[in-house]
């Protein structure tokens, strides 16, 4: 089967619902089995990276960089920032406590942190985790805008 | 933070010393992805993401195991000063 272009263009409409939720593109221009492990690659590697580092390990003002490749993933990004900032971050859940005076230093850094911020391995490879979900969804939509459509049952 | 206590998402894993053997899922997950991209048909598509996540580790392992000769078997011998 061929991945080039339909003869019409690229496909904007179907990259996009690719990125709103990862593999849908694919689904949509028949590739169903393709976008259906696509689909839960990208969202078990995202899911897992939440399980690992927490809602803490996405977070779009402390960790910027980051989250730029995160958001790759589609809106999970942000609500898995959203809900950083809203349950973590405010003290809903866990407790705020003094930040360490060598965090400060940092302009970013905030002057309490809760308890529930996730530290060492488990941040890092968590943000590891949901950013490669995000790049790897990159590389799934860029895939959606050119490959051709089809309604073969094994593709 | 015990194990029995642990909420998902809202508190991090805590990982003993086997944190390094999520390599596995993560290259199974890449894998996947590739071989959506690239594979021309989705025939025997499973056992192409096993071999391809069989191939990355074992060339990780290789690395590892020439990281490993190099700071503890050559690194030593270079004289001190």
């Known amino acids: ?155 | 933070m015990s194990g029995l206590a642990w909420i998902p998402l809202l508190e991090p894993v805590q990982m003993g010393r086997l944190w390094w053997l999520l390599i596995v899922p993560l290259c199974f997950g890449i894998a996947i992805v590739y071989r959506a991209v690239k594979a021309p048909s989705m025939d025997r598509f499973l056992p192409g993401v096993l071999r391809l996540t069989a191939n990355i580790l074992g060339v990780m392992a290789l690395l590892a195991a020439l990281v490993f000769v190099v700071v503890y078997g050559a690194l030593p011998l270079l004289p001190a000063d």
């Open chain 1, 1 to 155: 089967m061929s991945t080039l272009p339909d003869e019409d263009g690229l496909n904007w409409f179907e990259a996009a619902l690719g990125w709103l939720l990862p593999g849908y593109g694919l689904i949509r221009l028949g590739h169903r089995r393709r976008g259906a492990w696509a689909m839960a690659a990208v969202l078990g590697l995202f899911a897992s990276g939440l399980v690992i580092g927490g809602l803490d390990s996405v977070d779009r003002r402390e960790d910027g960089l980051w989250f730029v490749m995160q958001a790759g993933a589609g809106p999970v990004a942000f609500a898995a920032d959203w809900g950083n900032t809203r349950l973590i971050k405010t003290g809903q859940y866990g407790r705020l406590v003094e930040t360490p005076p060598s965090r400060l230093i940092d302009r970013g850094a905030q002057p309490r942190v809760s308890t529930l911020k996730s530290i060492t391995y488990s941040n890092e490879i968590g943000t590891l985790f949901s950013a490669l979900a995000g790049l790897l969804n990159v590389s799934l939509v860029l895939d959606t805008l050119q490959r051709r459509r089809t309604e073969e049952s094994g593709s």
